[in-house]
């Protein structure tokens, strides 16, 4: 069945871009080591401390081997290693979801943009 890996960061709103850096890194990282990365998201609007990171596998036993793989990947033990120097990572929080079938990147339909009587 597969997974998602739903990360919630709490960030340091003042190292934004420290974090961005953070983010971009694991955007070669995470696929090299077998996860298919949907994406990380900063904060646009509202609140300006929470981040996001959304990592699909195909089976809990797929994500196990991919954090195997992460420990021993050079690139990956030195993103780690400069977010706990920096400190941009104030708190984090994974959680396992799978799809509800039929609702899985659904695009917009096309509206109507004529005035209606």
């Known amino acids: 069945m597969p997974i998602t890996c739903f990360i919630r960061y709490e960030i340091d709103p003042f190292q934004r871009e420290a974090f ?9 990282i995470i696929p090299r ?9 900063l904060p646009s609007e ?4 929470e981040a996001w990171g959304l990592i699909a596998f195909t089976s809990l036993a ?3 081997a991919y954090r195997a793989r992460l420990k021993t990947d ?16 104030l708190r984090e929080e994974r959680s ?4 509800v079938a039929g609702t899985l990147a659904r695009p917009a339909l096309p509206t109507n943009t004529q005035a209606q009587p």
């Not at 080591?33 to 998201?41: A, D, E, T, V």
């Not at 396992?96 to 799809?99: D, G, L």
């Open 33 to 41: 080591c077998g996860g298919h990365l949907l994406g990380y998201f």
């Open 46 to 49: 509202g609140t300006n401390y």
């Open 62 to 64: 797929d994500y196990e």
């Open 96 to 99: 396992f979801t799978e799809a």
């Open 74 to 89: 050079p690139e990956g033990r030195a993103n780690f290693e400069m977010a706990q120097r920096q400190r941009f990572i």
């Open 20 to 28: 961005c850096a953070y983010a971009e890194a694991w955007g070669r």
